[in-house]
């Protein structure tokens, strides 16, 4: 009987990988957040969680069931992953409707209208707290003080944006900020940002597990101390320094946990450093004389769209070819 050779598409090699272990990975990796964010804020820090994720899981099945007539993809843990980043980005004392909106938004706009898990060119996550933030201002930057005196709830990156506007003296300004507090979760903020620390243990297990590389992460961070860096030296009375921008707002979650993203990120480690450079300036930049006082957010979406371009024009060597 004559044989048959089939040549398929690359890649060949299997590396033993599932998406499965790897959202799960995800997941696990943001428990310490999730376990500090309730020991700030308290259980309504479970109950948004809890929304956000089953939400997120009833949405991608319906939409998948009846809308897209497909196999459903909920078992795969990229909807939880949503829901908990979503919910990382908004605020303790939001309304509960306002989760299922987003959630909605960052499904049915951001994943499955393009088909579904590795086709999105954004980050689901982000496109719902974008919506929700530009759509409902008030009940996104509406944040809970974590104790009487703790800047009236304002986040540190909008108490300095103020405290500047108003012409407030530096010394005056650095007197009311704890770095302690920065890096334990003593600050008012989104959920996901509040506890520098227990982020970076999420890195360590992430980069552990080999979920993903040092590049975006250590080149968003490393971009915006950089920039940050140049800024306080020319004029310190007006910039803040580089360490409190890398443990304030949503720098330390987006560059680990939403930069990092397979679908919204360049596939070569070059383009990935240029990526992660672009996030961390453009974060800067719209930190620094941008309307909003964070920037993480707005930078990865914008940076998502480049991807493809990285992807293109950042090609690693054809084997074989000389140098």
Known sequence: ME??????PS????????????????VIALLPALAVSVWVFGLQTLVISAVA?????????????????????????????????????????IPVWLVILGSLVAIAVGKMTFGGLGKNPFNPALVGRVFLLISFPVQMTSFTAVRPDAMSGATPLAFVKEALKNGEKMENILAQINY?????????????????????????????RKVISWHIPVTVLGSMAVLSAVLWGVDSQHYMSPLFHLLTGGALLGAIFMATDYVTSPMTHRG?????????????????????????????????????????YVKPRRFGVKK
């Open 53 to 93: 994720v089953a939400s997120c899981v009833l949405f991608e099945y319906l939409i998948q069931r009846w809308l897209l007539k497909g196999a459903s993809t909920i078992g795969n843990f990229s909807a939880i992953v949503t829901g908990l980043l979503l919910a990382f980005n908004l605020p303790v004392n």
């Open 272 to 312: 990935m450093l240029i990526y992660g450079c672009g996030i961390g300036v453009l974060t800067i930049l719209i930190r620094t004389w941008g309307a909003y006082p964070e920037g993480m957010s707005f930078a990865i979406l914008i940076m998502n769209s480049v991807v493809p371009l990285l992807n293109k």
């Open 3 to 8: 044989k048959k050779l089939f040549v398929s």
């Open 11 to 26: 890649p060949h090699v299997h590396g033993g990988d599932s998406t499965t272990r790897l959202m799960r990975d995800v």
């Open 180 to 208: 302690t507090d920065l890096l334990t979760g003593f600050k008012a903020g989104s959920l996901g940002e509040v506890a520098a620390l227990a982020l970076l243990a999420g890195f360590v297990y992430l980069l552990v």
